[in-house]
């Protein structure tokens, strides 16, 4: 039977009903849960020869790891951590992209206690600085693929917690002498690791991964997860993606972003499916339907955005007949995309929702629950999700309100997979979970039958082509220019990004806007915070609306941008 039914007691299909499954779908947690223990060893034992994951890197190679092999290779991680004197608690940022060492470095964090830290490559020194700092991380773990070292390097004179550099990929091409610090070899280093296992010494409370969630009014924030994390996503992998014993699962997502481990590790090993890593440079829909294609891929999840270009693609000329099952998260789907895919590979999408403070919190996914289109669903078993006013009272249907989370112990508590809250910032935890309701700065209305229908955010966020991106930060850099005196930055209706990043520029005296100067923000943008964040707008105006207490209307330039 797939490993999941060891924690929920019953198959997916034994569910006879949505209300069935909402109302008796449970979890059984030992107190000492730990994933690698608890669930990769005992794949191990069990299914020592079965696939776990198919990698294959940008140019083409291919490598295929067993459950045995990532096992292995997890433990002699563990023991490379804790050689190099890395203890229970101890931060360990991990900005790996697609690589196939991430699987096993994740898994051997957890098995010796350590938090890990996922972060993008696409990092600048500023953004790193920050992090570093912000989580006291005290050993970095990256590639030098994509320039990250460099900046890094750049930042390490500004972060006094880090105490060791290690880099995979130390000989290839991409590594060159260029690099002043001493970065240890972590390719040869687990090669000599020992298989000896380390001993359990966590707790299911204990803290177990640490990610960075933009926000509006601030840097980003430190979300923290515990040990329970992977099994609420049992609800993402085993019934919402519809993985398949035996099967082949593919999301589209680099390793620095929380998505990649709603479907890239632990709830479709639960499922018993393999998952598969490709390891692109570039993404381009032709070259993703076509590994689709040449790899059998049984089950599919993107964002939007993808699927905007995927659709552009002659669907019915990949042979994609292994593909059972589609999903997609991370913003609205647009109907014309939905019915574009059903009618070219015969399946249709199902929506999401969820944040970096949760798992999957609302969805469409079983097969008798039929898409409504533009729907987020209905919340997902384990999650109490109602839309609430501004005195945290349940809105009736048709009235939007702020899509809220119950989370006394009356009605069974914390679900599984939410965040424990943010890291150092309890004044911040408690502004959004507070009386016993989380508050997750969305905004919907429900419908008579239950379906959420997504508004937007109640802060001003930015969901660009799968990103989420903090106006703060890019405002921050653009502000560091003396051209700028104020700004705002904003989202704008984009047909393929879903929102493109806009910035409302007031100029200092003595400068004009003009092609020339805009060209001049967007590369400053570029190169002083990660690329993706960089306004693809820039509007030049006298002054921006403001609020009585001089804070900026950043709703008003949307209002006006939306017609």
């Known amino acids: 039977m797939p490993l999941y039914e060891k924690f929920t007691g019953r198959h997916r299909d034994d569910f006879a009903t949505l209300e069935d499954l909402q109302k008796n ?22 299914t020592p020869d079965k696939l776990a994951m198919l990698w294959v890197s940008n140019n083409g190679e291919e490598k295929r790891f067993t459950f045995e092999e990532m096992r292995r290779l997890s433990v002699k991680a563990a023991n490379f951590f804790v050689a190099h004197g890395m203890k229970k608690g101890d931060m360990v940022m991990l900005t790996m992209s697609r690589d196939w060492r991430y699987w096993p470095v994740l898994m051997g964090l957890h098995r010796m206690g350590a938090v890990a830290v996922p972060a ?23 590639t030098p693929r994509f320039g990250v070292m460099s900046a890094m390097e750049e930042a390490l004179a500004e972060c006094p917690t880090v105490e060791k550099l290690a880099v995979f990929g130390k000989d290839t091409p991409y590594y060159s002498g260029e690099y002043k610090a001493d970065w240890i070899d972590f390719d040869a280093e687990l090669e000599s690791a020992p298989e000896t296992p380390v001993e359990r010494n966590t707790v299911k409370t204990d803290m177990m991964l640490l990610a960075f969630s933009s926000g509006t009014t601030g840097y980003p924030k430190m979300v923290w997860h515990d040990y329970t994390y992977p099994l609420g996503h049992i609800m993402t992998g085993c019934f919402w993606h519809r993985c398949v014993d035996g099967g082949l699962h593919f999301t589209i997502s680099d390793t620095g972003w929380l998505k990649s481990l709603w479907g890239k590790m632990y709830s479709q090993w639960l499922a018993g499916s393999a998952v598969f890593t490709y390891d692109f440079d570039k993404f381009s829909a032709s070259d993703i339907l076509e590994k689709m294609e040449k790899y059998k891929v049984t089950t599919f999840c993107a964002p939007p955005t993808m699927y905007r270009f995927l659709i552009k693609e002659d669907l019915k000329s990949y042979d994609l007949s292994a593909l059972s099952h589609s999903a997609t998260a991370g913003e609205a789907l647009n109907p014309e995309v939905y019915k574009v895919w059903l009618d070219g590979t015969g399946h ?16 469409t996914g079983y097969p008798w629950m039929q898409p409504r289109l533009g729907s987020m669903g209905v919340p997902a078993p384990g999650y109490r999700m109602i839309v609430a006013d501004d005195s945290g009272n349940e809105t009736p249907p048709g009235v939007i309100g702020e899509i809220c989370i119950r989370t006394d112990e009356a009605g069974g508590g914390k679900p599984f997979g939410m965040f424990s809250g943010y890291f150092r910032d309890d004044e911040m935890t408690k502004s959004v979970w507070h009386d016993d309701l989380y508050h997750t700065g969305d905004t919907a209305y429900r419908d008579e039958m239950g379906f959420f229908w997504y508004v937007g955010r109640t802060d001003d966020v930015i969901k660009s082509s799968g990103y989420r991106i903090g106006p703060f930060e890019v405002e921050s850099v653009l502000m560091e220019h003396p051209a700028v005196t104020e700004c705002a930055v904003t989202g704008v209706p984009d047909p393929e990004r879903g ?65």
């Open 120 to 142: 993008t490559y696409l990092l600048t020194k500023k953004d790193i600085e920050y992090r570093m700092n912000a989580a006291s991380i005290k050993m970095l773990l990256t």
């Open 348 to 363: 249709k999408i199902f929506e999401g929702f969820g944040q970096t403070e949760t798992t999957l919190s609302c969805w």
């Open 499 to 563: 929102f493109a990043v806009k910035a409302t520029v007031v100029l200092t005296q003595g400068y004009t806007g003009s092609a020339e100067l805009t060209k001049e923000l967007q590369t400053h943008v570029k190169t002083t915070t990660a690329p993706y964040k960089y306004p693809r707008i820039i509007e030049y105006v006298d002054a921006l609306p403001k609020t009585i207490s001089g804070k900026i209307r950043r709703v008003e330039i949307r209002e006006k941008d939306n017609g």
């Open 25 to 46: 779908y449970t979890l059984n947690v030992p107190d000492d849960f730990n994933f690698a223990f608890d669930c990769l060893d005992v794949m191990a034992k069990e």
